[in-house]
Nanobody, 129 residues
Framework: VQLQASGGGVVQAGGSLRLSCTTG???????MGWFRQAPGKEREIVAV????????????YYADSVKGRFTISRDNAKNTAYLQMNSLKPEDTAMYYC????????????????????WGQGTLVTVSS
């Protein structure tokens, strides 16, 4: 599936941004994730959200570094996943990538980037101090 990520930009420390990731087709059944890669560093998980049927709550997982500041969500009617980022810090500066995969996960989420077979082009987030 093709993914289109958007919403990055330049923001001062303490500010907020909301990233969006659209699949352009049916969202049903896809596990979604946000990962980031800072210059000179390896790609790391930010937050992921699972897939459930209507009426259930999708499981989520957050990296310790973003817990309490970032929120991942999904709007299945709009085929879009979001990453609301609040209280941004300079260390959040990175290229943010969204990822998707349909393979069933018994844990309800996918935390390993190798589990995702579709990736967006990335959106750059820069947090100034």
């Amino acid at each position: 599936v093709q993914l289109q990520a958007s919403g990055g930009g330049v923001v001062q420390a303490g500010g907020s941004l909301r990233l969006s990731c659209t699949t352009g087709r049916t969202f049903r059944g896809y596990y979604m994730g946000w990962f980031r890669q800072a210059p000179g560093k390896e790609r790391e998980i930010v937050a992921v959200i699972g897939w459930t049927n209507i009426g259930s709550v999708s499981r989520t997982y957050y990296a310790d570094s973003v817990k309490g500041r970032f929120t991942i969500s999904r709007d299945n009617a709009k085929n879009t996943a979001y990453l609301q980022m609040n209280s941004l810090k300079p260390e959040d500066t990175a290229m943010y990538y969204c990822a998707a995969d349909m393979t069933f996960s018994s844990t309800g989420v996918k935390t390993d980037d190798r589990e995702y077979d579709s990736w967006g082009q990335g959106t750059l987030v820069t947090v100034s101090s």
